[in-house]
């Protein structure tokens, strides 16, 4: 604790030394005993570095006279200068030192125009200010974080951060109205969240989105949204080639990097683990809407509960027709270490399935008979003929030649289109060959039919010269 410093000085009125002169102190308001003396030394000084706190009277002694100066004496002065300004607490136990920085130049440092009783601010305090304080320099914080003890209530017409009075424990970014947030990056706009709600990444504007989300990539060709999950881990990195992925992305969307650059598109891609068990890895479900029924509505404008449609434009905001046999639609896999196109809907509504010449033909069966067997085991109230008595096949055949899957109730079982498609061909061809095989047959007999017709009309003849011989 630093000492309390009590310097008196003792000089004639023609400026000597007054040798022999002895200052005295004592606590505030006595005359005993003497806390601390000390003589005048050859400069005329007489200092006293007393160490025990409180409020004391000093006197200076020469001779018989005597000069006492009270600490409780009020000066008032135009000027003061001092080097270290000491001010006592109100308990007179400790002080304030207050010590001037080394200025290089004359300043001034002014106080606040106050309206009442106030405490100044002090760097290095917990201190609350109650009022409304405007700065117009920054404010640097350093290793320190900004923190909102109190909630208080959002002025809407101000741009504020806050801790909100709402007892929702919020804190509230709030801008007026009109106004907007932005996230930049050097001076760079990276994130603009909208009056009305929208967010702009990488943009400010968009004239057709009125709440929503804007995600401009500028010029990047890879991910544009890509969703992940801590507990996934599929394995998947560059097996795909663009785009790469890490393994922990379950959905990723991007521009269609099978396009030339800067064309545009969309390329989606779902990802997921491949363990036994997990089937389906990308699920759209649609709910909701009232489709068109069909047969009695499937012109062009019949809707269904999941629509979708391929259309072109001429690149000068105008749609155009699709050219003759433009495949619309199409579904590919990969086989034999490459993409294989597998399926295709055109513009004329036909479809085209893989013509793979690895297909199996239904040559070793009766595939009339195996068409009725069909009928079967799918068609109720079927009106039986006594040809149905021929037929010889059943479910069972049914699964095994791949027209229908094999479930554990009838009524579940699939039909394979493609592969009744495929046994309709060969039924009908099984058909075709009967019928040329009847009229090679019935081409036969009609050629007998002529010898024996021009045999009789020989024999006939014949036995006309016969007769007509006799009769002469």
Not at 34 to 57: K, L, P
Not at 294 to 308: D, E, M, Q, V, W
């Amino acid at each position: 604790m630093p000492n309390i410093e009590i310097t008196r000085w003792a000089f004639d009125a023609a400026g000597a030394i007054v040798t022999g002169s002895v200052m005295n102190v004592y606590d505030y308001n006595t005359t005993t005993p003497v806390r601390a003396t000390v003589n005048v030394d050859a400069d005329g000084r007489m200092n006293i570095s007393h160490a025990t706190e409180g409020r004391f009277d000093s006197e200076v002694v020469s001779g018989t006279q005597k000069i006492r100066f009270k600490w409780d004496t009020a000066y008032q002065v135009r000027e003061i200068e001092v080097a270290n300004l000491l001010v006592r607490n109100p308990a007179f136990t400790f002080k304030y030192d207050i010590v001037p920085a080394a200025i290089t130049a004359d300043r001034q440092l002014n106080l606040p125009l106050i309206t009442g009783t106030d405490t100044l601010a002090a760097l290095g305090m917990a201190q609350t200010f109650s009022a409304v304080n405007t700065y117009t320099g920054r404010i640097d914080m350093s290793a320190v974080p900004l923190r909102f003890t109190v909630g208080v209530a959002v002025a809407a017409a101000q741009y504020e951060v806050v801790r909100d009075a709402d007892a929702t424990n919020q804190l509230h970014f709030n801008v007026p109205t009109g106004a907007t947030f932005e996230f930049s990056v050097n001076d760079v706009s990276r994130m603009v969240m909208g009056a009305n709600g929208q967010v702009f990444m990488n943009d400010t504007a968009n004239a057709n989105n009125t709440f929503g989300l804007t995600i401009n990539q500028l010029a990047a060709d890879n991910h544009a949204l890509t969703i992940k999950s801590s507990d996934v881990n599929h394995g998947v990195t560059t097996m795909l080639g663009t785009p790469a992925v890490e393994i922990d992305d379950f959905f990723v969307i991007l521009k269609d990097p099978n396009l030339a650059a800067g064309a545009g598109g969309v390329f989606m891609v779902p990802l997921g683990p491949d363990p036994a068990g997990i089937q389906a890895n990308f699920t759209m479900l649609s709910t909701g809407g009232q489709p068109s029924v069909t047969p009695a509505a499937t012109g062009a404008n019949s809707a269904s509960l999941i629509k979708l449609s391929g259309f072109e434009h001429d690149g000068a905001n105008a749609l155009v027709n699709s050219a003759a046999n433009s495949l619309i639609f199409g579904v590919s896999g990969r086989i034999a270490g490459g993409e294989r196109s597998l399926f295709f809907v055109d513009i004329e509504g036909d479809l085209h399935v893989d013509g793979s010449t690895t297909i199996t033909a239904f040559d070793e069966w009766d595939d009339v008979s195996l068409v009725r067997a069909f009928d079967h085991s799918r068609t109720t109230g079927l009106i039986r003929t006594k040809w149905d008595d021929y037929v010889q096949y059943n479910r069972k055949d049914l699964v095994k030649a791949g027209i229908i899957s094999k479930t554990k109730n009838p009524s579940d079982a699939m039909v394979n289109i493609t592969q009744l498609q495929r046994l309709h061909n060969g039924a009908i061809w099984q058909l075709g060959t009967v019928a040329m095989a009847q009229e090679e047959r019935l081409s036969l007999v009609e050629q007998r039919q002529e010898q024996e017709n021009l045999l009789l009309q020989v024999e006939i003849q014949r036995l006309r010269v016969l007769v007509e011989g006799r009769q002469e």
